[in-house]
């Protein structure tokens, strides 16, 4: 496993990050999603990308891998989040109240098992009805307060770029991927100038390439449509298309770490193998790029 600075925070983070979204699922039983977090560990990887929104994901990291916490980073966001009704149904709730966001950073606390977080951002940016300064304010306190070392932001597009330099953020987390390269004109590069800590989600752009089907979220069907365009068979040539496509992702020098969600403790261990420090070559880089701005 190869390991990375996450920006200026002084972690030293794997190049291969686990998203927990998969193990916060009711389907996924609980024996399967401590496998997954126990060959995540084993294998090397200690990045961790979980949110109060993702069911039973903080509980579960929490009840399996907490006695290793000292071998691992955790992310969780916040401004959204779930919990359990009266009937054992989970709800959920978007809040960017000072007192929501501060509430829902301390249930993240008790449920990770850990008084404090490493990373805590924020899970899409506030809404027009939302007050943004007192949002982040709040999101500053609960920094000031040792519940959090570091504090970000997860979002996209021209409203993340509008507001990026806006407030003292360490990190970002974005979508970026081989049929997602918008973020190489806006946001990667004021990321790199601000020296954010950068986290790809979707490195791997939910490997629809191969018929992937869990995530039938807009996202994904975006980078379907894409692909319907973009020749990345024929740019991966004899290499597997998913390592091409996650060689892609890593290749960026403002990327610290690239979440894969799985849960299959068999991915974990592939996914682990290919963080070999080996990028794509920049005349293949030149190629990807020539063709996705030319057909997309």
């Known amino acids: 496993m190869r390991y990375r600075e996450l920006g200026k925070t002084g972690l030293s983070v794997s190049e291969i990050g686990l998203g927990a979204t998969q193990l916060g699922d009711v389907d996924v039983a609980p024996a399967r999603a401590e496998a997954v977090l126990m060959s995540a560990l084993d294998c090397g990887i200690n990045f961790i990308d979980t949110a109060a929104r993702y069911f039973e994901s903080e509980e579960r990291i929490g009840r399996f891998i907490s006695h290793r916490r000292d071998e ?5 966001k916040c401004g959204g989040y779930r919990v359990r009704n009266d009937a054992g149904d989970f709800e959920g709730y978007r809040d960017y109240t000072r007192k929501g966001i501060l509430e829902t950073i301390d249930r993240s606390r008790s449920r990770l098992r850990s008084d404090v977080i490493d990373i805590v951002q924020f899970h899409g940016l506030p809404g027009e009805g939302d007050d943004w300064n007192q949002a982040f304010d709040a999101l500053s306190e609960a920094k000031q307060r040792g519940w959090v070392r570091f504090i970000g932001l997860s979002a996209d597009g021209q409203g993340a770029v509008d507001c ?5 953020l360490d990190i970002h987390e974005l979508n970026y991927n081989i049929l ?3 973020p ?17 989600k979707r490195p791997v752009a939910n490997a629809v390439y191969i018929g992937n089907s869990y995530d039938l979220g807009g996202e994904a069907n975006m980078m379907r449509g894409r692909l319907k ?7 991966a040539g004899d290499m597997d ?11 960026h020098p403002a990327i610290a770490t690239a979440i894969i969600g799985t849960a299959d403790p068999r991915h974990v261990k592939a996914n682990a193998a290919l963080a070999d420090g080996h990028t794509l070559s920049s005349d293949t880089l030149e190629r990807v790029r020539s063709e996705y701005h030319t057909r997309l």
């Open 72 to 76: 691992f980073v955790v992310a969780t």
């Open 164 to 168: 990026i330099g806006d407030w003292p």
């Open 180 to 182: 997602w390269q918008e």
């Open 184 to 200: 190489e004109q806006d946001l990667l590069p004021i990321l790199q100038e601000l020296g954010r800590g950068v986290i790809a």
């Open 229 to 235: 365009k973009f020749p990345i068979h024929e740019l």
């Open 241 to 251: 298309v998913f390592e091409f496509a996650l060689r892609f992702t890593l290749s």
